[in-house]
């Protein structure tokens, strides 16, 4: 059993940046794929990045490539999401997410991670 929890979330003025944690324990942080997922209300949890066990592979929503940064530290079984640029639209709940997975590295799906943190809030005002 894997428990995640996110921080660093807060407000921000848009143009400015936020780095989001997510500490891991309770399992073997290295093995796992993670991933960035972000709600606002009403609509459904959306993709955001995710990073393979080995940060050789990493991808991206079109929405935040380029702005956004996934990466991930194993000896600190943290992953991070460096946020630059920020924009009005994302504003949202932003969660973690760690999955096995064995025909890919990793997955922007969300059906495809089995532990998820408990999410942080992320405004970016104007």
């Known amino acids: 059993q894997v428990q995640l929890v996110e921080s660093g979330g807060g407000l921000v003025q848009a143009g400015g940046s936020l780095r989001l944690s997510c500490a891991a324990s309770?399992?073997?942080?290295?093995?796992?794929?993670m991933g960035w997922f972000r709600q606002t209300p009403g609509k459904e949890r959306e993709f955001v990045a995710t990073i393979d066990w080995s940060s050789r592979t990493t991808s991206y929503a079109d929405s935040v490539k380029g702005r956004f940064t996934i990466s991930r530290d194993n000896a600190r079984n943290t992953v991070y999401l460096q946020m630059n640029s920020l924009q009005l639209e994302d504003t949202a709940v932003y969660y973690c997410?760690?999955?096995?997975?064995?025909?890919?590295?990793?997955?922007?799906?969300?059906?495809?991670?089995?532990?998820w943190g408990q999410g942080t809030q992320v405004t970016v005002s104007s």
């Open positions: 997410a760690a999955g096995l997975f064995e025909a890919a590295p990793s997955s922007p799906l969300e059906y495809d991670y089995s532990y």
């Open positions: 309770g399992g073997t942080f290295s093995s796992y794929a």
